[in-house]
Nanobody, 126 residues
Framework: QVHLVESGGGLVQAGGSLTLNCTAS????????MAWFRQAPGKEREGVSC????????SYDDAVKGRYTISRDNTKNTLYLEMNSLKPVATAVYYC???????????????????WGQGTQVTVSS
């Protein structure tokens, strides 16, 4: 059984930083591309960032490009999202996902979440 467990969320002031973690079990972690999604209150879930199985390829939504960094440690089965210069609009539940399709030249990965974590709340105060 696949388990993805997010941690690291919390309350932070605008302009601050947070790093989210996602620990995976029950799947061959280094065979999967991994991604972060988020869902703000009253809005649909959206793709934030994706990383290929080796960590060599990454993609970011335009809203976070230059401020967020996705990374992974395949020896620890862990995915990370470093978030800097946070804005109140970033307030959302952040989900870790294993994605079944990823090519860095397009955004199709946003529709290919296969396994999902339960989410971690990030709240950015103004």
């Amino acid at each position: 059984q696949v388990h993805l467990v997010e941690s690291g969320g919390g309350l932070v002031q605008a302009g601050g930083s947070l790093t989210l973690n996602c620990t995976a079990s029950g799947l061959p972690f280094d065979d999967w591309s991994m991604a972060w999604f988020r869902q703000a209150p009253g809005k649909e879930r959206e793709g934030v960032s994706c990383i290929g199985w080796s960590g060599d390829s990454t993609s970011y939504d335009d809203a976070v490009k230059g401020r967020y960094t996705i990374s992974r440690d395949n020896t620890k089965n862990t995915l990370y999202l470093e978030m800097n210069s946070l804005k109140p609009v970033a307030t959302a539940v952040y989900y870790c996902a294993a994605v079944s399709f990823y090519r860095p030249e397009n955004d199709l990965w946003k529709a290919y979440g296969a396994y999902w974590g339960q989410g971690t709340q990030v709240t950015v105060s103004s």
